[in-house]
């Protein structure tokens, strides 16, 4: 669990690292008038907020956060649970890595930027959580646990490629950069909550309840969060200046 804590904490500071280091605007050309200094902590600080003050930027981290970590609290230990307790070895451990990333490659071929938000939340929820809670009630054994990986690897690296696609259609490409950030950084603060979760109800309830209350924690806040209306509004307009007709 220490390791685990202290694995999503670099990934955090490198997250920080590279939005305290990324430009926000590119520098203006250079010019004779002095201009008074601007506060650039404060400009990015600024701008940040703004960012997240945008429709749909929040909603959409919010759920790409429960996707993750409920996901996550089988994916993010698969090497652990593959060894402990269904028993493989070392070889056939890296074996099974190598099978979840074909099955990742072949996620791409269901992601489509043509879903509405609406659409995503729902399906994500009854595939993951379909996925989780399948796992659950199987059996635990070795065939099971290969089994129940390849729907929930597909469908959870899908849903959370298509969730970061989305976020970027409610921000201005000027705020590309912020928002990808926002996006890794979703991704890292549920390694940091899901991997030690995970661990404790293992470690107190066995493996087959940590699917199940991963499933169920999903489907909830997936309800709560369309209950709450917490989702994000219709796409908006593409950003970006378009074409008038000629008067």
């Known amino acids: 669990r220490a390791v685990a804590l202290a694995a999503g904490g670099v990934e955090l500071a490198v997250v920080a690292l590279v939005a305290a280091v990324y430009p926000s605007v590119e520098d203006p050309a250079p010019s004779d008038v002095d201009e008074p ?3 650039s902590w404060g400009a990015r ?3 940040v907020l703004e960012v997240l003050r945008r429709p749909g930027i929040l909603p959409l981290m919010a759920f790409k956060f429960v996707v993750v970590a409920a996901g996550g609290s089988v994916l993010f230990m698969v090497q652990q649970y593959a060894v402990h307790p269904f028993g493989y070895s070392a070889s056939q451990a890296a074996l099974l890595m190598a099978y979840l ?3 990742q490659l072949l996620s791409q071929a269901v992601v489509t930027d043509e879903i509405r938000p609406a659409s995503l939340y ?3 929820a009854l595939s993951v959580g379909g996925s989780l809670l ?7 054994s070795k065939q099971a646990f290969v089994l129940w990986l390849a729907p929930l690897t597909l ?3 899908s849903s959370r490629m ?4 989305l976020l970027t259609l409610y921000a201005p490409q000027e705020e590309m950069g912020t928002v990808l950030g926002f996006s890794m950084a979703t991704v890292s603060v549920a390694h940091i909550v899901a991997v ?3 661990a404790s109800i293992y470690a107190s309830r066995g493996f087959s309840f940590v699917p199940l209350a991963s499933g169920a924690f999903l489907l909830i806040a997936t309800g709560v969060l369309c209950a709450v209306g917490f989702v994000p509004p219709s796409l908006p307009e593409p950003h970006g200046d378009a074409d008038e007709p000629e008067a």
């Open 37 to 39: 200094e601007v506060d």
């Open 45 to 47: 600080g600024a701008s």
């Open 101 to 103: 990333g074909g099955v």
């Open 122 to 124: 729902l399906t994500t």
């Open 134 to 140: 399948g796992m659950a009630a199987t059996p635990p």
């Open 155 to 157: 469908f959870a690296t």
């Open 162 to 165: 298509m969730l970061g696609s």
């Open 196 to 198: 030690p979760i995970s």
